[in-house]
């Protein structure tokens, strides 16, 4: 395979390969796509990995992926500072973010607790959030890892924390998704569900109706 | 080439998973009888197998197979997950780990499958959870052929004194010490007649167990640390 392509083509399909779900049919295609194509994205592509990847640290406060010492999440003066969403990855936050229906501050686990790959509290920066919960000023800790067992032993630990600062952990609610068909949801998500039901609120004119 | 396996709804747990080849997740499984398998689940974040493929969870797995690593072409529950809170289940995440490091692929043992599922329900369920860790390194042991002599003197042949003290000698078995030797080194008679017995009632034989084992253990698992114990180490250390 390797002496198809010049040394350098076939680095680059090489190197493409590290990215998740390329694999060498996928990698040709780009780098074609890149030299033949166009060549000004792929000098653009080239500029913005090397500095992402020379710049791009983490929040010193929150652990978000960023350039600067302190994200803009946890800059804003328009955030909730009472509250602290926990989170496994950047991608997470994306999303809860653009639900539109959380206004408070971030933290960002990037992984969860995972004993076998040697993944502990310190390497998910709990010290970090210790250190924050100790500062004083929050009153919730929303957690908003994922549903697997991992996700629900490091909620876990995080509620843990929170407690022992006093300060109330909630978990974010998962059920049924919008638009989702009963019969065609499975049994672990449909029982989450039914343990998480919340009563349907009236107003008193709507069930004198 | 080696022949192809087909296997249909086998029991089994899954013991661990990472990413593997572009979307693929390799999972290690413990089954009944076929003992550890390593089994490709193509895309399975996709196909939303994820849900299910999770530690703890009895399953009935399917596979095709042609040499070290199969294909799961099936999976379903075969009951509830275990249900493991906190300590219990970093517990269980390092009975785990062991397995994943005592046992090799394609090596079967029912004795080990059982002494697992036993070890799981009894994780959840028992008070004491070092009690239910030690029987499992004990029967594990025994299971896979590294059963511990905790009956007989080795020089003599007689029977364990309950009150005499004695030295481990990890290849062979228990000798008898007279002269003075470092107590931290020392089991008594009845510690070592517990652990055979299965009688950990109370702390000391707990204690003894914990120190007998694991220096049998560390023989068999060579220099590198096992993982979960030093993330639990450091949970301790934190205050968790
Ligand atoms: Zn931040």
Redesign the pocket.
Known sequence: MSNVYSPLLADLIQALQCLPGVGQKSAQRMAFHLLDRDREAARRLARSLESAANQIGH?E????L?EET??R??RSTHRDSSKICVLETPADLLAIENSGAYDGR?FVLMGHLSPIDGIGPTELGLDLLDARLAEGGINEVVVATSVTVEGDATAHLIAALAAKHGVKATRIAYGVPVGGELEFIDSGTLSRALLGRRQIETSPEEAGL | MSERETVHLERGFVLHQRPYRNTSQLVEALTERHGRVGLVARGSRAKGRRALLQPFVPLRLSWTRRGELGTLSHVEADGQAVPLEAQRLLAAYYVNELLLRLLARGDPNEAVYSCYSDCLSSLAAAPSVSRVLRLFELRLLRALGYGLELDRELDSGEPLDPDGRYLYDPEHGPRRVRDRVAEEQVYWGRELIALGAERLDDDDSLKAARRLLGRILERHLGERPLKSRKVMQDLVAKGF
């Open positions: 929040c406060q929150c652990r978000m960023t302190v994200c999440f946890c971030y």
